[in-house]
């Protein structure tokens, strides 16, 4: 209510408290079959059995290795895997004429055959299979089986990889192409669970399916996003001398978002769901993920052979850039903590919390400040902004990401930007930069000691 002191003195306070939400980087992510709906959020597995689920559920003997461990999520989400399906579809003769040639394009690609005299309906058919057979691109994506003779021969055309697509075009008018089964792969799980209100509210997955194509799938979408992938295998093909394994491909790929284990005991025991467990919730950046006991899960025993290949050398190679589970010293511990591209998983999520927690620095004051003016002491309290991020990140009181020695920032003058972006409003690439370095770990250490008498 307005009083006669304020039409003298108006004291007006405006709040500049509304928070920007950050995500959480503690938070992991179980995606398995029996979940109950598209997305459920739990604090222990006990509440997943009050939601339907059984102690013998993958989903819940994932969730009760993940909080097992000396540290654990105060929260978990539980994705739902739907059944892997091939995309299906057929293909017929609708007119039967000598000398025409039956056109059909596959994934882009033109395939053809021309009719010969004598040839009936399913021969037609049978030229089309094996012109595609013919085209390797094109036999690693569809496989065609042709069934019933006359007019009632047709072509079922399967997809060779459960969840991707093989798009039929341009098919000619004297053949018919009916869609059967639309493909379903673990990319559109995903896609529906991040569809969820809580979708994006994780950061660390884990699958309960060791499956190749599944990982596969899923590494290359985590790839494309700022979270992180733990997967396991146990394919003895791993370790060998094979160049086609799950492992060699990823490593392949230098995907710097997925780690995979290699367990032949405990691959389908949630050692994947233990490590995501005990290290999520650890300050981003500040702890490495080797030298870790897991809980709950049994070592593995590897000869020299299979760890110089699984994990390489010190120095030398990294192997097939898995990690492993194993008794040294009599201590089990994890090696060698690194995505499959020889990034370090500390590193990755260090890394993503540094740039979502300097975005959101920036972004409150933004958002919070009646404006940030376009002159030097507006620059300098942006820079100021940056400044606070890295010595969180630092060792100097921080998370231990980056050596504090060697945090160094600079913002231009104003002066010297360009007048075009200042009349837009934007502050130009390399205006204002910072440099660090990242404290890393020690992981591999020599002594040299001269004794004498």
């Given at each position: 209510m307005s009083t006669a002191l304020d039409q003298i003195v108006n004291i007006v306070i405006t709040q500049q408290t509304a928070a920007v939400p950050q995500p959480s980087f503690s938070v992991p992510l179980i995606v398995g079959p029996n979940a109950p709906r598209?997305?459920?959020w739990y604090t222990d597995p006990a509440s997943m059995l009050a939601d339907g689920f059984s102690?013998?559920?993958a989903e819940y003997i994932y969730a009760s290795r993940m909080m097992s461990q000396a540290l654990s999520p105060t929260t978990f989400g539980?994705?739902?895997r739907l059944p892997a399906a091939a995309q299906t579809s057929t293909l017929s003769v609708n007119s039967l004429t000598i000398g025409h040639d039956y056109l059909i394009t596959v994934a882009g690609t033109v395939v053809s055959y021309v009719s010969q005299l004598g040839d009936v309906q399913e021969d037609v058919l049978a030229g089309?299979?094996?012109?595609?057979?013919?085209?390797?691109?094109?036999?690693?994506?569809?496989?065609?089986v042709v069934s019933g003779t006359g007019g009632s021969a047709s072509m079922l055309l399967t997809g060779v990889t459960n969840g991707i697509d093989v798009a039929f075009t341009a098919v000619g008018s004297k053949l018919t192409y009916v869609a059967g089964v639309t493909a379903h792969g673990i990319v559109d799980d995903m896609t529906a669970i991040i569809a969820e209100s809580t979708g994006q509210n994780w950061y660390g997955v884990c699958m309960t399916s060791q499956n190749a194509t599944d990982i596969l799938q899923m590494a290359s979408l985590i790839e494309s996003m700022d979270k992180i992938f733990i997967a396991a295998t146990a394919d003895a093909a791993v370790?060998?001398?094979?160049?086609?394994?799950?492992?060699?491909v990823l490593k392949g790929y230098g995907y710097t978002r997925t780690a995979l284990i290699y367990s032949p005991i405990s691959a389908a025991l949630g050692i994947e769901a233990a490590l995501l467990g005990g290290q999520l919730p650890q300050t981003p950046g500040a702890s490495t993920w080797k030298f870790k006991q897991l809980v709950g899960i049994s070592p593995d025993l590897f000869g020299s052979?299979?760890?110089?290949?699984?994990i390489g050398l010190p120095g030398v190679s990294t192997g097939k850039g898995v990690n492993i589970y194993e008794s040294v010293g009599g201590v089990n511990i994890t090696e060698e903590g690194w995505m499959v591209g020889?990034?370090?998983i500390d590193v990755t999520i260090g890394l993503d919390w540094l740039k979502s927690t300097m975005q959101t620095a920036i972004y409150t004051q933004l958002a919070q400040l009646a404006k940030i003016p376009y002159t030097d002491k507006g620059a300098a309290l942006l820079e100021g902004e940056v400044k606070k991020v890295l010595k969180q990140a630092s060792d100097?009181?921080?998370?231990?990401?980056?050596?504090a020695t060697s945090l160094q920032t600079n913002v231009a003058k104003v002066a010297t930007i360009p007048s075009a972006s200042r009349a837009a409003r934007i502050l130009p690439n390399n205006s204002l930069t910072f440099s660090a370095r990242l404290t890393g770990a020690f992981h591999f250490i020599t002594v040299n000691g001269t004794v004498t008498v």
């Open positions: 598209t997305l459920s102690t013998s559920d539980v994705g739902l089309i299979r094996d012109a595609i057979a013919a085209v390797p691109a094109l036999a690693a994506l569809v496989a065609g370790d060998s001398s094979s160049t086609s394994d799950l492992a060699s052979t299979s760890r110089t290949r699984l020889g990034q370090f100097e009181g921080g998370s231990g990401l980056l050596d």
